[in-house]
């Protein structure tokens, strides 16, 4: 017989035939006379019902079936009677492949903190919980591509190493083969890194949205999806060190589109998930909803999880600029205690959490696209409105969430471009290369981009993004 997932064979509606399912133990109760054994498969986050009856198979074999260990099991599929599932494998013949000494499995059937279970980051995609996470993981990586291969933008592969700042806010991990504690100097007494194994300084990429530009001047539409770094010392739940971004990039789009695309593409994901992910997701709200029995009423959530998605699908984001907001801000009354106050000389100054959060909860009970920031807050790249005060930026904050999106209108004219680097002290001979974009048939054009475990925090209502990768990496901590 040949290996059946569990996945398929809970679609099965063809009864007593012999199948034969290999996977890790999740339960094994009974008693002398039958014992009913959970296997999960990871195909799918439902077990199957396995029954031994000790007449069949060993006790000696029946012993080794504890949790967490690896079995192979031949039987007949049949129609359940039990409840919680509508069939079941009595099994003819089991082997255990591989033991889990019950004494020594950090994984006992019982609910772990994500805090134990973020130290035995090896072993969590064992559980319900992570290869749920995972799994969607995998299905909205997929979307990603769908969506972008059926408008026919082109994947790009931007590069890892990069000898170029993309934000310009000197938050990046130095990659280098000189020796740290005693490098060659130069004259001058800085590090000489011509000595380098590249010849030049390197650093990982923050972002691939600057040789992205290169390809979207040329392909027309690109997207690039791949891992970034970032340098900065934020220990929070939305932060990481090492995450995923996706970043289109189109040629011939003004800033309203950039935001029509960015709108279109997260209400496609929400949508996919619900339709490709019902299982999962009806796990993960269940989790939720379990947690959430303990918090007074008021404290949880008015919505589901999966309300949630249905609600980002059906409702227009709110388009607001960003002074406006802050008209908002200063007239708002946040709660009796008032949590925040926002500075009536705010124009000009970045938002805080807080305030996005009143924003995007409180306020207009939505998600938010803020636009025309204030120049100074935002990196080089970004268009000169008419103004001279703001540029096409845009960002989309998600409720629970904040920025989950950042993007803007890139300035396309050299001279406009050029003088804007000068004012910050970006040094033009090392951006020679991009500057070329806009000397030879330059033409308006738009990005953003999406960070990918933010929208995975999105998509499964966990509350850490460092719960939503399989090796979260953040300030003091690489395992593995
Ligand atoms: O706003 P950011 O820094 O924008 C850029 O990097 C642009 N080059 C994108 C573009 O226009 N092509 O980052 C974009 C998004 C944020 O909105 C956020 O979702 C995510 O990337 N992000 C992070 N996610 C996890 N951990 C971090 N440290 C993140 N920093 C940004
Ligand atoms: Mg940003």
Redesign the pocket.
């Known amino acids: 017989t040949k290996r059946t997932k569990v996945s398929e064979l809970l679609q099965s509606t063809e009864f007593d035939r012999e199948v034969l399912v290999k996977g890790w133990v999740r339960t094994k109760r009974g008693n002398k006379h039958v014992n009913f054994i959970a296997v999960n498969d990871g195909s799918t986050i439902k077990n199957i019902q396995v029954v031994a009856d000790p007449n069949q198979i060993s006790e000696d074999t029946l012993r080794l079936v504890t949790t967490g260990a690896s079995i192979s099991v031949t039987g007949k599929l049949v129609a359940s009677q039990g409840a919680g599932q509508n069939m079941e494998i009595q099994a003819s013949q089991l082997e255990v492949l591989g033991t889990a000494d019950p004494e020594k499995y950090p994984l006992q059937p019982k609910k772990h903190s994500f805090e134990f279970l973020r130290e035995i980051a090896h072993l969590r995609p064992r559980t319900s919980t992570f290869s749920a996470v995972y799994r969607m993981r995998h299905a909205m990586s997929f979307a990603v591509h769908q969506f972008f291969n059926q408008k026919g933008f082109v994947y790009m592969h931007t590069p890892i190493v990069t000898g170029s700042d993309?934000?310009g806010?000197g938050e990046m991990f130095r990659v280098t083969t000189l020796d740290a504690k005693n490098p060659p100097l130069t004259e001058d007494g800085s590090v000489d890194f011509s000595e380098d194994f590249f010849g030049k300084e390197t650093n990982l990429t923050?972002?691939?949205?600057l040789e992205?530009e290169l390809g979207a001047l040329a392909l027309g539409d690109i997207y690039t999806f791949g891992p970034?770094f970032?340098a900065?010392n934020?220990n929070t739940t939305?932060?990481?060190?090492e995450?995923w971004?996706i970043?289109?990039?189109m040629a011939f789009y003004e800033l309203s589109d950039n935001m029509d695309l960015a709108e279109e593409f997260l209400k496609y994901l929400a949508k996919y998930a619900l339709d490709n992910c019902a299982d999962d997701l009806e796990f993960l709200e269940n989790r939720l909803l379990d947690e959430e029995k303990n918090k007074p009423a008021t404290e949880r959530s008015p919505m589901t999880l999966r309300e949630k998605l249905q609600f980002v699908v059906e409702n227009d984001f709110e388009r607001v600029s960003y002074t406006d907001a802050v008209e908002i801000l200063r007239n708002s009354k946040p709660n009796k205690k008032k949590k925040f106050q926002f500075p009536v000389e705010g124009w000009g100054t970045d938002l805080q959490s807080e305030h996005e959060r009143y924003l995007v909860e409180k306020h207009f009970n939505k998600p938010v696209i803020l636009f025309d920031y204030p120049k100074d807050i935002k990196?080089f790249y970004m268009r000169m409105n008419d103004d001279d005060k703001t540029v096409g930026a845009m960002?989309?904050l998600f409720p629970g969430i904040g920025?989950?999106?950042?993007?803007?209108q890139r300035e396309e004219r050299l001279d406009v471009l050029r003088a804007r680097m000068a004012e910050m002290h970006i040094p033009e001979e090392e951006m020679d290369w991009y500057l070329d974009t806009r000397r030879f048939g330059s033409v308006p054009h738009s990005?953003?981009?999406?960070?990918?475990?933010?929208?995975m925090i999105f998509v499964t209502g966990l509350g850490n993004?460092r719960d939503v990768i399989p090796f979260p990496r953040t300030p003091g901590n690489a395992m593995y």
Do not use: K
């Open positions: 993309a934000e806010a923050v972002s691939g949205q992205g970034t970032r900065e934020s939305r932060h990481l060190a995450f971004m970043e289109p990039e990196a960002d989309i920025e989950i999106v950042g993007g803007s990005g953003f981009g999406l960070g990918f475990e933010r929208l993004i």
